[in-house]
Every structure is written in structure tokens, then in C-alpha cells.
């Protein structure tokens, strides 16, 4: 998996679906960037339904009921955490047909460490 060190906002908060107001925001000690503001677009149909939850809902979730801002999406920022890296490789992998994967391990099936015994 590739990773980011710069992301959009939008995909460290908002599509793991963190409100925009929230103090999360500050407490990650996140770094947003002056230059560039934004670098690439994003997928639009994407945006659309994480602004639609964030606001009214759905999936079984209320939503938060908040007027959500793209500008605040398109920020620029300094990735905080890995799982940003996380949605964005899940939002590609579901736009590509499905196909079984086997995800090399390196445990064998079977065999315990001494420490699990």
C-alpha cells in the first residue's frame, strides 16, 4: 500500500466521518498547509455521499446535522494517522470488480509461540 504524507482533510476526517467542527481536529496536531491548498480533485459522487451522511444521515446513522463545507475538505494537511491511508486504498479497491485476494501473513497455521501455549 502507498502511502501519503500530505492528504486532503477529506480523507483524514471526513470520510472516516469525524465532524469538521470537531476538536479532533486540534488535538491530532494537525498541520494544515498554506501551499498548495489543495492538490488533486477528488472523487465527486464520493463527496457527495459523505457530505449527505455527515448531514442528514444514513447507512443507519443519524448523521450530525451540520452544514458540511467543502472548502474544509479540501484543505491540505500533513497526514495524522495511517488510517487516512487505509480509506483511501478501501474507496479504490471498491471501485474495481471484486476478486478474491489472499493477503500474505507470516503466520502459519497451526504453529504457536512459546508465549501463546
Known sequence: ???????????????LFQP??????????????E?????RKLPEEYVELVKRVHEDGG????????KWKREEANKNLLRTHTTAVSTRMLYA?????????????????????????
Open 93 to 117: 479497491l471498491a471501485k474495481q470488480p471484486f476478486a478474491p485476494k489472499k493477503i500474505p501473513s507470516n503466520k502459519r497455521s497451526g504453529l504457536q509461540s512459546g508465549a501463546h501455549s
Open 1 to 15: 500500500m502507498i502511502t501519503f504524507l500530505l492528504s486532503h482533510s477529506f480523507w483524514n476526517f471526513d470520510a
Open 59 to 66: 447507512y443507519g446513522s443519524k448523521g450530525y446535522g451540520y
Open 20 to 33: 469538521q467542527q470537531h476538536l479532533a481536529h486540534d488535538t491530532h496536531d494537525t498541520f494544515f498547509l
Open 35 to 39: 501551499a498548495p491548498y489543495t492538490m
